[in-house]
């Protein structure tokens, strides 16, 4: 958003051009992040011993675990809090790649939250099970997979290329490709 802003100012005071730089923007977005970290951190912290959302720990597990029992789980809420805001503040939002990113990191971040729920407010020790997790994040997987390919404004963006192989490139746009027109979809 701070990037679109910057745009608009740079045509009255060209010093705000400075903010095109990449490598500015991400400094500044790590610097957000970790701001904003450590100011909601120790608030975050309390709020959670005070609502008692504390880790339940298995029976089953080791014995080391058990000194585990009560400390402030859901603490990823904070972390991705923070990476979602600077990265809606500091990133070119006109970028494909930044929304999908920003996709991915809810969905997971949504998925890390079922699990902490399960443990946390239905006493489920194990959470959500791995089947699952990895259920859904295949179906993350399979929709940012297909959001990419559908979005590919050139073939070397549909193309395959396998690392330590120097000239093997597979153009997966023909092999994968679906007509809209006819509505039919051949691999």
Same mark, same amino acid.
């Given at each position: 958003?701070?990037?679109?802003? +910057?745009?608009?100012?740079? =045509?009255?005071? *060209?010093?705000?051009?400075?903010?095109?730089?990449? !490598?500015?923007? #991400?400094? /500044?977005?790590?610097?957000?992040?970790?701001?904003?970290?450590?100011?909601?951190?120790?608030?975050?912290?309390?709020?959670?011993?005070?609502?008692?959302?504390?880790? +339940?720990?298995?029976?089953? =597990?080791?014995e *080391?675990?058990l000194?585990?029992?009560?400390?402030? !789980?859901?603490? #990823?809420? /904070?972390?991705?809090?923070?990476?979602?805001?600077?990265?809606?503040?500091?990133?070119?939002?006109?970028?494909?790649?930044?929304?999908?990113?920003?996709?991915?990191?809810?969905?997971?971040?949504?998925?890390?939250w079922?699990?902490?729920?399960?443990?946390v407010?239905?006493?489920?020790?194990?959470? /959500?099970?791995?089947r699952?997790?990895?259920?859904?994040?295949?179906i993350?997987?399979?929709?940012?997979?297909?959001?990419?390919?559908?979005?590919?404004?050139?073939?070397?963006?549909?193309?395959?290329?396998?690392?330590?192989f120097?000239?093997?490139?597979w153009?997966?746009?023909?092999?994968?490709?679906?007509?809209?027109?006819?509505?039919d979809?051949?691999?």
């Amino acid at each position: 958003m701070l990037v679109w802003l +910057a745009d608009y100012l740079q =045509g009255f005071i *060209s010093g705000f051009g400075v903010f095109r730089y990449l !490598t500015l923007r #991400g400094i /500044l977005g790590i610097m957000t992040a970790l701001g904003i970290s450590m100011i909601m951190g120790p608030w975050v912290i309390k709020k959670l011993n005070h609502l008692q959302i504390g880790q +339940a720990i298995r029976d089953d =597990g080791p014995e *080391s675990h058990l000194s585990k029992s009560g400390t402030p !789980t859901m603490g #990823g809420t /904070l972390i991705l809090f923070a990476i979602v805001t600077s990265t809606l503040l500091w990133s070119d939002l006109s970028n494909r790649y930044v929304l999908i990113v920003v996709f991915v990191t809810i969905a997971y971040g949504l998925i890390g939250w079922v699990d902490d729920y399960r443990k946390v407010v239905e006493k489920n020790s194990k959470g /959500l099970p791995a089947r699952w997790k990895y259920f859904w994040q295949s179906i993350v997987g399979l929709v940012v997979a297909v959001a990419l390919f559908v979005t590919a404004q050139s073939p070397a963006e549909t193309t395959l290329y396998i690392p330590f192989f120097k000239n093997f490139a597979w153009e997966m746009g023909a092999a994968f490709h679906c007509s809209y027109l006819f509505y039919d979809c051949w691999i």
